[in-house]
């Protein structure tokens, strides 16, 4: 594929050139900012990062990768911990600055590395085919779509070099001398050379590795075929056979690929970004329209451009058909789509749409119709980056700098309490926020259930059956010798009221800690005595109902369901008198 023409030599001025340079840096700065937006919230305790911190904690520490389940009293098995390389950077984020600069370290990190395949849609746009105002378009579109899982996971990370090797591979189509197109140089070597290494980096940093496999190959047979087997078709070939022994440069080798296995089993069929797109709820906000029309764009693109690559059109169905049968793969395939509408942009550059128009309408053969007048060329541009500021505008308004960026409440209620009284015995824990617990905790105590699923379904099972409260659940309550149980709000997920209900009711258990951010039972044995003989009178009796409804991050509860009553007291201590329970007001 070729570029436009550039201008002859002095057919435009320095001004408007210089212009141009001005426009284009402020319509980038833009984006950015916008990205940043989409990236901006709070980094929520259900969130995968803190889980993937807690593992790099413990590699780090130990000097080696792990290779078992960590931190749980109920599984202990063979575990790949395919990102270990990425957890071992989010750890290293956690070391960043003070405390209080954690959520700007991360947030900042996780705005750069999303933005960065959106750059190189940008740069695959400018070389083959030329930069233009509507390029904002199509990359608003996709940062809005994608907002809700634009969050810090090892996945950045697979966006990332999904989209390297994707403008590796369009820059590969284009042969290097037109006089011969088979030629392999020097430089070339040394190409390939780094996406079999990009391809071992990958495999460290996130599972997903498999997709660029999986590119890798569709498009060598692509190429095979509407090269008929030319010589660069051959070598790239090659490159998509040992790209499976490159991703076996991990800590566990062959080994590695166990990690593909879990996928299909019953515990990922249970957890809803792994569920098909015509399964469970539908897709948040835009981002199963936007996913839809950046397809579209990428197709009509393509199928306009004389010069297509085969291998486009099986890079979209290859990625259109794993986003169909998992929600989560949305993000590769929306940039996918892009990365394809910037591959085949030169054929729906607004100036060839306008001589094509002008061409049409006026129906003047052999009379090279004009270029989009001047007068309007400016008026769009400006125009553009109005709509990009209104687009940006909502989540200006929604930005609130003085809300807590990180899980505030739950770590002085929850955590603090579990920390300072160091309570024996197992732990029942909710699914959706075990990863902060994980990282709070680091095993003491080990939990019940996290997000790694790094357990056999029979856990997975025996966790639903317990929080739905049905009577297997029960019993296993007492069959694992369960002694404490820890249920969170502000969590997504099915509601815990069932299981929260029972504990209530049953005289076995008693409350030990309600707070806005969950409550904690305990078993009423002698065991647990010195925590609930002294508190028991104080805690209040507020339904989990209503705070599940209710106990959100940034909302404050008038009046208070909770009071804080400060470090543990001795066994033998007399506690002191507290107030009576509060109750909120409906």
Known sequence: MTSLPSPPAGARRPWSVWLDAVYFTCLAGLLLAFAALMVW??????????????????????????????????????????AWLSQLLFYGLTNVGGPGDLPYVVLAFTTLLASLPFALVWVVWHREGRLSSWIAIPIVLGLKGLSPVLVTRPELFTEVCLCLLLAFLVAWSRAPDPARPSRITRGDGLTLAAVLLLMAVWANLHGAVVFGVLVLGATAVCDLAQDRFAMRARVLALVAVLAPAAVCVNPYGLSYWQ?????????????????????????????????????????????????RRWAHLGWLVLLGILFVRARRNVWPFSLTCLMVLAANARAVDPEAVWRKLSRWVRRRPGKEPPGLPNQLRWPIRIAVLAWVVLEGLPGVILFRPWRPLTPTRLEQGVVRFLREH???GRVFNDYENSSYLQWRLAGQPPLYIDL???YPDDLMRDYQDVARAKERGRALLDEQQVGIVVLTTNRPGFSLVPLANYLDADARWVRVYVGGDGVIWVRRTPEYKFVWGPHSRRVSKVSFGLLERWGQEDQNLTPPIAEDYGPPQGEGATPEPGPPPVLPRN
Not at 262 to 288: Q, R
């Open 41 to 82: 919230r709070p980094l929520n305790p259900a969130l995968d990062f803190w889980g993937h911190a807690g593992v790099g904690r413990l590699t780090w520490e130990a000097g080696r990768v792990p290779d078992r389940t960590l931190h749980l009293w109920t599984a202990d098995q063979p575990w790949v911990y395919h």
């Open 259 to 307: 990690a593909i296995r879990p996928v299909t089993n019953y515990t990922f069929e249970h957890i809803s970004e792994w569920s098909p797109v015509w399964k469970g709820e539908p897709l948040p906000g835009a981002m199963l329209p936007a996913a839809l029309t950046l397809a579209a764009l990428a197709l009509v693109a393509w199928a306009l451009n004389p010069d």
């Open 422 to 424: 160091q309570l024996p």
């Open 452 to 454: 790694f699923n790094a």
